[in-house]
């Protein structure tokens, strides 16, 4: 049974280019999150998805998007890259919107602006 | 934005000496999950705590929760090296409307000396 797999591994982008990153759920989970984990610190909340609408959002710009697939995965895409968008990119699932349950993360993508 | 502090940021210990780390947070919470990760990889959820419940245990872990001074612990008996990782609390907010969104700490470095 696949966990939840992140890709790619390792990303390298310059300032203003656009990236995206994807997320496919453990199986069985209908919900996605998404966190970005800046080095040292603990992972921020950027947005959730539920039904293939973005259900609740973090305190990120509007640079941060994402899309749900009927299949349940999902993408995280940012435009005009920033060098402070360097960071782990951590994808997460559950089963259920509103559950008692744990997430399950995936091993993220680390991307890095140059 | 975090939603509160883990004590202590840094932890070194011997091998089969016991690992106790607190962390606090500011709302009303759901619950409160503990999670471990390796340097680099993605997190591992260790162990969920009910804002109803006072303790838990699974394996050589006990964490505690008190709400009314809205904190909690995690103690590892028994250490081994293998434990050497960084810890994190997260929060799930209570209210219909958090969609399970996790908020974190910043962590607690365990290191376990052979």
């Known amino acids: 049974d696949a966990g939840v797999t992140q890709s790619p591994t390792h990303l390298i982008k310059t300032r203003g280019q656009q990236v995206t990153l994807r997320c496919s759920p453990k199986s069985g989970h209908d919900t996605v999150s998404w966190y970005q984990q800046a080095l040292g610190q603990g992972p921020q909340f950027i947005f959730q998805?539920?039904?293939?609408?973005?259900?609740q959002r973090g305190n990120f710009p509007d640079r941060f998007s994402g899309h749900q697939f009927p299949n349940y995965s999902s993408e995280l895409n940012v435009n005009a890259l920033l060098l402070g968008d360097s960071a782990l990119y951590l994808c997460a699932s559950r089963e259920g919107r509103n559950s008692n349950q744990p997430q399950h993360f995936g091993d993220g993508t680390r991307l890095s602006i140059l | 934005s975090q939603q509160g502090e883990e004590d202590p940021q840094a932890l070194s210990i011997q091998e089969g000496e016991n690992a106790t780390m607190n962390c606090s947070y500011k709302?009303?919470?759901?619950?409160l999950q503990w999670y471990r990760q390796n340097s680099g990889r993605g997190l591992v959820h260790l162990i969920l705590?009910?804002?109803?419940?006072r303790e838990k245990h699974s394996g050589r872990l006990r964490v505690t929760l008190d709400t009314s001074k809205k904190s909690s612990s995690l103690l590892i008996t028994a250490s081994r090296a293998a434990d050497t990782a960084s810890y994190f609390c997260a929060t799930r907010d209570a209210g219909g409307t958090s969609y399970g969104k996790l908020t974190f700490g910043q962590g607690t470095i365990l290191t376990v000396h052979p």
């Open positions: 705590i009910r804002s109803n419940e």
């Open positions: 998805y539920y039904e293939e609408e973005e259900r």
């Open positions: 709302t009303s919470i759901n619950n």
